[in-house]
């Protein structure tokens, strides 16, 4: 069945820059898809399609993919961003979902 | 405004069976598919199955297939998951999520607690 891996955790000062990545053979042929789970929260989208950011969402937040791996990156990362951020798309055969692991991101 | 609200999760016995269901509010919900993902205690996030809009189409996880079974009412809004012969890994918050662009799940409801522990 297909994976996604991503780091465990990252840390980031204040204002700066962050770069998560997810890696898959499902993301070669399959949208990516950005997720942000703060505790006890469900999770809420904030980059689907690899590159698309939905409405309400801070324009910091911006994705890409290539190849087997997608980005996140969040740009002047602030207090608020604090949380785990999980992507997931579809798996080979187009009908069955896969989360990554997340990457919990501390804001330092 | 879009809404997902889970309900009937709860503490049972392994080997029980639940059905959780997910009252769905706020958009036109016979016209799109929809997703049932758990989230173990500290764990992430694992997709458990999607229906289509119709409810003809349905996949699951291999972890749970033939265990699990997904449904949906429309004329209700209302999704549902009947989960069999409980084990302990089963052990988690369940969320319905609305299918959306690109395959993405969005909105989320606020998830439904399953204890499976004797």
């Known amino acids: 069945s297909s994976e996604l891996t991503q780091d465990p955790a990252v840390s980031v000062a204040l204002g700066q820059t962050v770069r998560i990545t997810c890696q898959g053979d499902?993301?070669?042929?399959?949208?990516a898809n950005w997720y942000r789970q703060k505790p006890g929260q469900a999770p809420v989208v904030v980059i689907h399609g690899n590159n698309n950011r939905p409405s309400g969402i801070p324009d910091r937040f911006s994705g890409s993919s290539s190849g087997d791996t997608a980005s996140l990156t969040i740009t002047g990362t602030q207090a608020e961003d604090e949380a785990v951020y999980s992507c997931?798309?579809?798996?080979?055969?187009?009908?069955?979902?896969?989360f990554g692991p997340g990457t919990k991101v501390t804001v330092l | 405004q879009v809404q997902l609200v889970e309900s009937g999760g709860g503490v049972v016995q392994p080997g029980s069976s639940l059905r959780l269901s997910c009252a769905a509010s706020g958009f036109t919900f016979s016209s799109y598919a929809m997703h049932w993902v758990r989230q173990a205690p500290g764990k992430g996030l694992q997709w458990v199955a999607l229906i289509s809009h119709d409810g003809t189409d349905i996949y699951y996880a291999d972890s749970v297939k033939g265990r699990f079974t997904v449904s949906r009412d429309n004329s209700k809004n209302t999704l549902y998951l009947q989960v069999n012969s409980l084990r302990a890994e089963d052990t988690a918050v369940y969320y319905c999520?609305?299918?959306?662009?690109?395959?993405?799940?969005?909105?989320w409801g606020q998830g439904t607690l399953v204890t499976v522990s004797s």
């Open positions: 499902s993301l070669r042929n399959n949208y």
């Open positions: 997931n798309s579809r798996d080979s055969s187009g009908h069955h979902y896969v």
């Open positions: 999520a609305r299918d959306s662009w690109f395959g993405s799940c969005d909105p």
